[in-house]
């Protein structure tokens, strides 16, 4: 169960308590909750479940309360656990590993530092941070995870160990999926980096950071899903743009006779072209029947 379906449940939950439903209807959807929720630490601070839930441990009905209890300790338990895998994480402090690149996985990090950052976000860079990126006995693959580290640290507050964590999370999700240190591999670090870089999209970097967006997801998203959104509505308006001066009827339109019109069956239709898609999809024509006026358009 994501964030979204859990704030759904809840805020059904919620609403049923308030309306004074049945206690059956209530508990249906407490029994939903024990049994299909997991959430992590970050998604009950978004979605406030455990507070809403916590409440309802003292409500005047003992099976809604006991089964409030009851669902409060487990996700509290699942938090612990989840806290405890990454202390576990921190605890294994080691040495980069000496293992052949093309076997190795990366070394946990070796920084002690997992402090708040205070200093300059805007200059932060592995070596400012004085982090040790050599981590596979790949010079390729290390410098990745370096990159990605000066992708996600810039401009944060995260920790130098959450952020080196992070990054070699990435660096070992994207060689996996691209089945080693290629020119593939190699094209998407350096979009991933250039993504993270942007001053306008810091959103994506928060949420590879928080987990939203897991390594295995972000290192195969598209060139559009990486974008801002700020840089999708920019897309969306020169697109609009873009189709609205091609269907503005023009003096100079070029004319074809192996174009046939489906409506009058003529062969006298004008044309033009525009790009609306990205740039690397086949342009769209827009056509226009001289005779009877019928309008059309393919790619």
């Known amino acids: 169960m994501d964030e ?15 309306s004074n439903e049945p206690t059956s209807a209530i508990i249906a959807i407490m029994d939903n909750l024990k049994k299909d929720a997991a959430p992590t630490e970050e998604m009950l601070r978004a979605t406030k479940a455990g507070v809403f839930v916590g409440k309802l441990r003292s409500n005047a009905d003992k099976d809604i309360a006991r089964l409030a209890s009851e669902i409060v300790t487990k996700w509290r338990k699942g938090v612990d656990a989840q806290k405890a ?14 293992t052949p690149a093309s076997t190795a996985s990366p070394a946990p990090p070796s920084t002690s530092s997992n402090k708040p950052y205070e200093g300059d976000t805007e200059k932060r860079h592995f070596k400012e941070d004085k982090v040790d990126i050599n981590r596979t006995g790949s010079t390729i ?28 999370e990435v660096e070992n999700a994207a060689y996996r999926a691209y089945k080693g240190d290629g020119q593939d591999y190699r094209s998407k670090m350096r979009s991933l980096f250039i993504s993270l870089k942007n001053k306008t999209n810091r959103q994506l970097g ?24 700020e840089q999708r509505a920019k897309d969306e308006a020169l697109k609009k743009e873009n189709m609205k001066k091609a269907q503005v009827p023009m003096a100079e339109k070029s004319i074809s006779d ?37 309008r059309w358009k393919f790619s």
């Open 4 to 18: 979204r379906e859990l704030s759904r449940r809840i805020k059904a939950l919620g609403k049923a308590v308030s």
């Open 85 to 98: 895998k990454k202390a576990a994480q921190r605890a294994k402090l080691a040495s980069p590993s000496s």
């Open 141 to 168: 693959r290390d410098n990745c995870i370096g990159m990605i580290y000066n992708g996600l640290a810039y401009r944060a507050t995260d920790s130098i160990e959450d952020v080196l964590l992070r990054s070699i």
């Open 206 to 229: 928060r949420k590879v950071m928080s987990g939203d967006i897991a390594p295995e997801h972000f290192v195969i998203m598209s060139t559009k899903e990486l974008a801002s959104e």
């Open 258 to 294: 192996a174009l046939k019109c489906g409506k009058c069956g003529q062969k006298k239709v004008s044309y033009s072209q525009a790009q609306t898609r990205s740039a690397d999809e086949p342009m769209t024509t827009f056509c226009e029947c001289t005779v009877c006026g019928n």
